[in-house]
């Protein structure tokens, strides 16, 4: 003999809810993240084919110092003159090539500005060189 009896109800647990919630905070990351287009910069490194090199076939050095002080001949050149001494030293050459030597304490912001003016005067071939510090 059974004295209390229990009914036996079907739950049902509503999700329509939940679901708004969840779509709810995928927009709002949606929206509070930050899309960037970061834009890449294509360098090609120097062949190495030729060990025969003339005169006019050298790349022009441009040394970065950690501080952002720009040398071309271990002469010192502001960024604003740098595209018109470039254009000076290439004038005549049918191949153009510009090596980068900086070494790893170089700010980034002064490199992608060098690298930016290189590529302002239609130079493609770049190459960048990298100094560990002893």
Known sequence: ??????????????????????F?????????SEFTDFKTIDMVSPNQKNTETNKSDLPIIIELSENGI???????????????????KLNN????KVVVSTPTETKVNVL???VDTIR?????????????KI
């Not at 709810?24 to 509070?32: D, G, H, P, R, S």
């Not at 050459?93 to 153009?96: A, I, V, W």
């Open 120 to 132: 302002k005067l239609g130079i493609e071939n770049i190459a960048l060189i990298t100094k560990e």
């Open 24 to 32: 709810l905070l995928l927009i709002f990351f949606m929206l509070a």
């Open 70 to 88: 720009i040398n071309i001949n271990s002469k010192e050149v502001k960024l604003n003159e740098l595209s018109e001494i470039i254009n000076e």
């Open 93 to 96: 050459k049918k191949d153009n």
């Open 1 to 22: 003999m059974q004295l209390f009896t229990k009914e036996k109800k079907n739950i049902e647990i509503n999700v329509a809810p939940l679901i708004d919630i969840v």
């Open 112 to 114: 992608i500005k060098v």
